[in-house]
């Protein structure tokens, strides 16, 4: 069975989250709201959909997510009870009526390709409804680590919810503790895939706010972004370079050196660590561009 975990905390948009949920075309799921202290209630809103659909709703006493939106995903997930799958549904974002129908249509070949992590297609809509992207659609099977070289050239989007995970993995590896969880979904879906394809469902849609309110088109956060990217990066560097084909290990040791240079100087550790992953991916001119500024570095 499916588990939708919604980390409640702005009510602006949960209305058509919800409607989303009661009108899904398969009900084979439960929902779990786990609301971070927000000064919103949504009881009144919830009573509206008693007879809906099937939800638990859990108010914690403490705020989390203004300090860790990691944790407050992973004590949400706490709230359900054994279902093999996950998917954390922001609260400002819509199922299109068939994403629970068309994931079970697919789940005995999921299985069958020992599958880790699905994903459906998105488009991205403001927050008064205009559509302000096109419907983003992936190969049916494609390597965790070859979507996001695609995501970090900018040939596709991806948010949390649009993703679909089992719980084993999720238990093996959590979330990344980034600011503000920034790139945690990005490293979760390399890891959680473990080297496994990642299966997409093209023909039902997740719609994702994007607005001054959300997390992704806010601009006032843009240091906390920063540092998250830079820790993102220098964690794909030591952990997961070897997952990437040859040709995206040195743009992306490129851009881990960038990410840093952004907010500070790179340490000694860190250079170090980027010089043995230029040995190893050894090509002359980058190693040669890498050395120069290395020691330009030293004189700044």
Wanted: charged share 25%; proline share 3%.
């Amino acid at each position: 069975m499916l588990a939708i975990i919604i980390p409640y905390y702005k009510f602006t948009f949960f209305e058509a989250t919800l409607d989303s949920l009661a009108a899904q075309t398969n009900q084979n799921f439960k929902v779990y709201i786990g609301d971070d202290a927000s000064p919103e209630s949504p009881n009144d809103l919830l009573e509206k959909y008693q007879q809906k659909f099937d939800f638990v709703y859990h108010r914690f006493d403490e705020n989390l997510g203004g300090t860790s939106l990691t944790q407050q995903w992973e004590r949400c997930i706490a709230l359900s009870n054994n279902e093999e799958w996950i998917m954390i549904l922001g609260d400002d974002d819509v199922l299109g009526e068939n994403v629970v129908d068309a994931f079970y249509a697919n789940l005995l070949e999921i299985k069958k390709e020992g599958v880790n992590v699905v994903r459906f297609s998105t488009q991205s809509i403001d927050k008064v409804k205009n559509i302000i992207s096109k419907v983003y659609i992936n190969p049916k099977v494609e390597k965790a680590t070859d979507f996001y070289y695609r995501r970090h050239s900018g040939d596709v989007r991806s948010s949390l919810s649009e993703h679909i995970f089992r719980r084993k993995s999720f238990l093996k590896y959590k979330f990344k503790n980034y600011p503000l969880a920034w790139h945690s979904d990005d490293y979760a879906w390399i890891e959680f895939a473990e080297n496994k394809p990642v299966f997409a469902i093209n023909d039902a849609i997740v719609t994702v706010v994007i607005s001054c309110e959300s997390l992704t088109g806010r601009t006032t956060n843009l240091l906390k972004k920063n540092i998250a990217r830079s820790l993102f990066y220098m964690d794909l560097v030591k952990n997961n370079l070897n997952l990437f084909d040859e040709n995206m290990r040195l743009p992306l040791l490129l851009q881990a050196e960038i990410a840093i240079k952004i907010n500070r100087k790179l340490t000694l550790k860190e250079w170090n660590v980027l010089f043995f992953e230029y040995l190893k991916n050894y090509s002359t001119l980058p190693m040669l561009k890498f050395i120069r500024r290395f020691v330009k570095s030293l004189f700044q």
